[in-house]
């Protein structure tokens, strides 16, 4: 375990279902991302929460909706989604801003998401 | 916009050094990084170097920035199979006041017994 806890591990859903996906982080960090990888494409920042406060939304649909309670705990609330949509889904938290000794995200294992 | 490029492949035999590179467009980067994924799993961070810098090694590993020329290298000295993995490339901006990282699609490499 890296320190930032991703569930669940696997997801397959159909199109019409509602589903969330939930990372969790006590390594102390102030900042959490949600990223997108899909196969031969470099990682897509969707969302930021610095301070629990979304900062950057990557012109994400709609379908994808974003949640931070505070700062331990980031979700990821998916309805209606498409086949295109399936992906690996990463969460990873930072210190912001970086210093001497934090530095760089740390990645969660990542969920990944099958829409059928 | 900001931009980070990678060669997506790279196959080298057990013992040699590898050597991948990676090239960004933000000349206000402040960090530069380099991640590891192995299958099925998420990133895990290698090693970072500071736009200052222009040279850090740190075991088997050396990282090499050329700021002029926006170019960051990884070498991997005595490479082994458990090196076989996707490397990822990241700047954080320093036009970016939210931390985000951008990363490059990866170079998978491939590490030959």
């Known amino acids: 375990e890296t320190g930032v806890t991703q569930t669940p591990r696997h997801l397959v859903m159909g199109m019409t279902n509602k589903k969330s996906l939930k990372c969790e982080q006590h390594?102390?960090?102030?900042?959490m991302y949600w990223y997108k990888q899909s196969a031969k494409k470099p990682l897509e920042l969707m969302f930021v929460y610095s301070l629990e406060e979304r900062v950057e939304n990557n012109s994400v649909p709609s379908r994808f909706s974003p949640e931070c309670p505070n700062s331990s705990h980031l979700f990821l609330h998916l309805h209606t989604l498409q086949p295109e949509d399936s992906a690996l889904y990463l969460c990873?938290?930072?210190?912001?801003?970086?210093?001497?000794?934090?530095?760089?995200?740390?990645f969660g294992s990542g969920t990944r998401l099958t829409v059928v | 916009g900001e931009d980070v490029e990678q060669s997506l492949f790279l196959s080298v035999r057990e013992g040699d050094s590898s050597v991948i590179n990676c090239t960004y467009t933000d000349s206000s980067s402040t960090y530069l990084y380099w991640y590891k994924q192995e299958p099925g799993a998420g990133l895990q961070l290698l090693t970072y170097?500071?736009?200052?810098?222009d040279m850090k090694q740190d075991q088997r590993l050396t990282v090499l920035l050329n700021k002029k020329d926006k170019h960051l290298s990884l070498r991997i000295a005595d490479t082994q199979t458990g090196d076989s993995a996707i490397y990822l490339c990241?700047?954080?901006?320093?036009?970016?006041?939210?931390?985000?990282?951008?990363f490059g699609q990866g170079t998978t490499l491939q590490v030959k017994p």
């Open positions: 990241a700047e954080k901006g320093g036009s970016s006041n939210t931390g985000k990282l951008i």
């Open positions: 390594l102390g960090h102030n900042a």
């Open positions: 170097i500071f736009s200052n810098m």
């Open positions: 990873a938290s930072s210190h912001h801003p970086p210093g001497p000794r934090n530095y760089g995200y740390t």
